[in-house]
Nanobody
Framework: QVQFVESGGGLVQPGGFLRLSCAASGTFNIFTMGWYRQAPGKQRELVASITSGGVTNYADSVKGRFTISRDNAKKAVYLQMNNLKPEDTADYYC????????WGQGTQVTVSS
């Protein structure tokens, strides 16, 4: 069964940084993984993805500020977020790409002074 557990969110000032972690269960190594976010009143969006071979892709809004990585041995995905902006405030989730219905609880990121 596929499950995702996200952690690492919090309250940070603009310009600050956070590192999100995701622990996955089930088959992991062969799938592209993604970090998604959902801001209040908005649809969930994909912000970054990484293939099984390590090829990354980013939404334009986070390019140059966020870095996605994975550790296949640990079945883990990470999102390093630098130079955070108030518009990055959202609940962040990891999932496969394309996503499967098994969404985790997410981790909340609030960027505010």
């Amino acid at each position: 069964q596929v499950q995702f557990v996200e952690s690492g969110g919090g309250l940070v000032q603009p310009g600050g940084f956070l590192r999100l972690s995701c622990a996955a269960s089930g088959t992991f190594n062969i799938f592209t993984m993604g970090w998604y976010r959902q801001a209040p009143g908005k649809q969930r969006e994909l912000v970054a993805s990484i293939t099984s071979g390590g090829v990354t892709n980013y939404a334009d809004s986070v390019k140059g500020r966020f870095t996605i990585s994975r550790d296949n041995a640990k079945k883990a995905v990470y999102l390093q977020m630098n130079n955070l902006k108030p518009e990055d405030t959202a609940d962040y989730y990891c999932n496969r790409r394309p996503a499967v219905p098994s969404w985790g609880q997410g981790t909340q990121v609030t960027v505010s002074s």
